[in-house]
């Protein structure tokens, strides 16, 4: 079955470590999105990306970088300079150029900095 | 600036009671507007979208929703509640091709036996 797959569903990093968050789908999706998710505050969005070897920030990209070098992936890290990364990572796909504008999910990550 | 409100950050109903989840948007255009399901340490899957035409949006698991511009709400409804149903939900509003969708900050639905 199509669909998004994001790994590990748990990490544990020490403070001043970068971790890296996978994302790959197989839904033959353009565009793909990370989001944040704290309790409370809905989904904020960190990146997005159109198509490979392209990305843009989102709200909240200080912190996070990403890089888009397949289709099918779209890995996210966060990296030392993020200061409260503890949290729950979604990532996302939708089709280019459609009007649909409806996001796939994957089953999320979550970030917990000891 | 585009936004989404969701008034009530958490609703209890009895099973088999009817309910109703409030979602209020600001959005310069006509929007394209979503309610999307959450349950505990999973991602999101979508109920359902307005686009444009009819309304009245009927989605999965039972669920419709109402588009109302005037009052600028797109609430969501479900007629007989199941215990099956709690979890997280969330309205969101996106421009067209879904790059910019904002998310409210979601409503938790408790369901009581």
């Known amino acids: 079955d199509g669909g998004i797959t994001q790994s590990p569903k748990y990490l544990f990093r020490k403070e001043g470590q970068n971790v890296t968050l996978s994302c790959e789908q197989n839904l033959n999706h353009d565009a793909m999105y990370w989001y944040r998710q704290d309790p409370g505050q809905g989904l904020r969005l960190i990146y997005y990306s159109q198509i490979v070897n392209d990305f843009q920030k989102g709200d909240i990209a200080e912190g996070y970088s990403v890089s888009r070098e397949k289709k099918e992936s779209f890995p996210l890290t966060v990296t030392s300079a993020q200061k409260n990364p503890t949290a729950f990572y979604l990532c996302a796909s939708s089709k280019q150029g459609a009007t649909t504008g409806e996001l796939f999910f994957g089953e999320g990550s979550r970030l917990t900095v000891l | ?113």
């Open chain 2, 1 to 113: 600036a585009q936004s989404v409100t969701q008034p009530d950050i958490h609703i209890t109903v009895s099973e088999g009671a009817s309910l109703e989840l409030r979602c209020n948007y600001s959005y310069g255009a006509t929007p394209y507007l979503f309610w999307y399901v959450q349950s505990p340490g999973q991602g999101l899957q979508l109920l359902l979208k307005y686009f444009s035409g009819d309304t009245l949006v009927q989605g999965i698991k039972g669920f419709e929703a109402e588009f109302k511009r005037s009052q600028s709400s797109f609430n969501l409804r479900k007629p007989s509640v199941h215990w099956s149903d709690a979890a997280e939900y969330f309205c969101a509003v996106a421009n067209t091709g879904g790059f910019k969708t904002i998310f409210g900050a979601g409503t938790r639905l408790f369901v009581k036996a």
